[in-house]
Nanobody, 125 residues
C-alpha cells in the first residue's frame, strides 16, 4: 500500500503563486508515476499534470502549461506542483495520485491506484 498526503493549499490572490507537495509513504518503490488532479465545485475531476518515477517525462493540461511545473524529489518521496500566475479558474481541490502500472495514460484518473485526501486551493480575483 501507498499513502499520499498533499499539503500547501490555501488562499491566494489572482496572479500569485503556491507550491503543493505530495508526500508518499509505504511501498513507494511500486509507484511508476504521480499525477495531480483537481476538482472544482460542480465540475468533473480533471488532470492537471503528471510525472514518471525517473522524472524525465512529464505532461500538463493545456490550461496550465507555462504556469504550472511538476517536479519530484525521490530522496524525499515527494512530488511538487509549483503553480504561478494563478487564476480564479484554478480554484479547486487538488489531489495527487499514484499509479503502479508502467502502461501510463497520464490523464486517465481511473488508472491511478492511490489517492491523497486533497488540498483546497482558492484563488481570489
Amino acid at each position: 500500500q501507498v499513502q499520499l498526503v498533499e499539503t500547501g493549499g490555501g488562499l491566494v490572490q489572482a496572479g500569485g503563486s503556491l507550491r503543493l507537495s505530495c508526500a508518499a509513504s509505504g511501498r513507494t518503490n511500486s509507484i511508476f508515476a504521480v499525477g495531480w488532479f483537481r476538482q472544482a465545485p460542480g465540475k468533473e475531476r480533471e488532470a492537471v499534470a503528471a510525472i514518471n518515477q525517473s522524472g524525465n517525462n512529464s505532461f500538463y493540461a493545456d490550461s496550465v502549461k507555462g504556469r504550472f511545473t511538476i517536479s519530484r524529489e525521490n530522496a524525499k518521496d515527494t512530488v511538487y506542483l509549483e503553480m504561478k500566475s494563478l487564476k480564479s479558474e484554478d480554484t479547486a481541490v487538488y489531489y495527487c495520485a499514484a499509479q503502479k502500472s508502467s502502461t501510463w495514460y497520464w490523464n486517465r484518473d481511473y488508472l491511478y491506484d492511490y489517492w491523497g485526501q486533497g488540498t483546497q486551493v482558492t484563488v481570489s480575483s
